[in-house]
């Protein structure tokens, strides 16, 4: 299995800035796509950035111009860096990792998981 650990919420002022990272972790052969998501109270998940394996980018319209997703292929680590952020950025942020895992027999099977979730909160 994969496992996904993110850190970094935390409470801001708007206008301020957050890094979240995300760890991924387990019998890992690849990983195609990472990203981010984040979910409103009474809203459904939406996507904020994603990144592929060799750096392409796909950034949410709202938050094209102040967030940036990076990502360290060697540690299976994803990071979104968030800068002038706003109330309406408040949510949950969720780390998604999609590739190829490893059985115990050693067959390579498609993988999709998620992070627990951290809070992000900016205050008006």
């Known amino acids: 299995q994969v496992q996904l650990v993110e850190s970094g919420g935390g409470l801001v002022q708007a206008g301020g800035s957050l890094r979240l990272s995300c760890a991924a972790s387990?019998?890992?052969?690849?990983?195609?796509?990472m990203g981010w998501y984040r979910q409103a109270p009474g809203n459904q998940r939406e996507l904020v950035a994603q990144i592929t394996s060799v750096d392409s980018t796909n950034y949410a319209d709202s938050v094209k111009g102040r967030f940036t997703i990076s990502r360290d292929n060697a540690k299976n680590t994803v990071h979104l860096q968030m800068n002038s952020l706003k109330p309406e950025d408040t949510g949950v942020y969720y780390c998604?990792?999609?590739?190829?895992?490893?059985?115990?027999?050693?067959?390579?099977?498609?993988?999709?998981?998620w992070g627990q979730g951290t809070q992000v909160t900016v205050s008006s």
């Open positions: 998604n990792a999609i590739g190829v895992r490893l059985t115990v027999r050693g067959n390579q099977v498609p993988f999709g998981s």
């Open positions: 387990g019998s890992i052969f690849k990983i195609n796509t």
